[in-house]
């Protein structure tokens, strides 16, 4: 823990000093734009204005999260660290970080989290769907996903509605996002209950020049009477899992890509 927050205060430290060309590249995209990308069918140009202006809020809640000590540990194995803390924004329930040293350049691990996000449930056991119903600006989604149910059947499958974000600073690709209503994604009542992301946070925090430490925030009321002790113990259990599962990506995604890396070679002073 100790090392990953001398990390975190290495390349957080000038947070509250974002980059003024990065500004002006992210900071301003508030209109509706298609050729860079955006899909905004089913919108107003109001509502995505209303949509886009909720960005610097969940930007600062994910960067506040991103550099919280206030953390617990809950489970470790390997490379891959679970800890926990009382949630914020609810009476009873728990927040998560996951932490894990990924062997792919941190903007490289950043696209699966990013770009490819449609495409986790093919690496991610624990979700069955994972689709950007809108793309309001290069920088800003809206993603609809669902869980498959866990713990033996006990919590059935769950999906979500969420306004993602992203942005750049101090050198640190990461997201922020939280629950949204929107008539894009009526409640499907029969196939899923549906729950709500609190702000959360995905980062990769660049370690060497082909490693980063990916650290994934989530704070979800999967709503429903299910006792506390289930929910928790359920949770720990699905964010390790996760955290196998991005450890496995990276390894796919070296051998796919032929990469060669030395991490010994590339920490030896410059001469």
């Known amino acids: 823990m100790t090392r990953l927050f001398s990390s975190l205060t290495h390349y957080l430290r000038d947070g509250d000093q974002e980059d003024e ?33 909720q960005r610097p809020a969940l930007l600062e809640a994910a960067w506040n999260l991103l550099q919280d000590k206030d953390w617990q540990p809950a489970v470790e194995k390997g490379s891959v660290r679970v800890l926990s803390q009382k949630s914020r924004h609810r009476t009873s329930g728990k927040a998560w970080r996951l932490e894990t040293l990924v062997n792919l350049p941190a903007d490289r691990m950043f696209e699966e989290v990013w770009d490819r996000v449609d495409q986790q449930p093919s690496w991610n056991p624990n979700l069955i769907l994972s689709e950007v119903v809108a793309r309001l600006s290069p920088d ?26 992203r942005d750049r600073r101090s050198g640190v690709q990461f997201t922020g996002g939280a629950a949204i209503e929107t008539a894009l994604v009526p409640p499907e009542t029969k196939r899923f209950v549906r729950g709500e992301n609190f702000p959360g946070c995905i980062a990769c925090l660049p370690v060497t020049s082909y490693s980063c430490t990916l650290v994934w925030i989530m704070d979800s009321d999967i709503k429903g009477w ?10 720990a259990n699905v964010i390790a899992q996760l955290g196998q599962s991005i450890q496995q990506l990276a390894s796919k995604i070296l051998v796919k890509e032929k990469r060669t890396i030395s991490i010994a070679d590339d920490d030896k002073p410059s001469s």
């Open 21 to 53: 060309n990065n500004r002006r590249r992210r900071g301003s995209s508030s209109g509706i734009a298609a050729k860079d990308g955006t899909k905004t069918k089913g919108l107003s140009e109001e509502e995505v204005s209303q949509l886009l202006a």
């Open 140 to 165: 800003a989604t809206i993603l609809h996903n669902a869980t498959a149910e866990t713990a033996g059947g006990l919590i059935k499958a769950r999906d979500f509605v969420t306004l993602c974000v």
């Open 226 to 235: 299910i006792p506390t002790g289930i929910i928790d113990s359920a949770m």
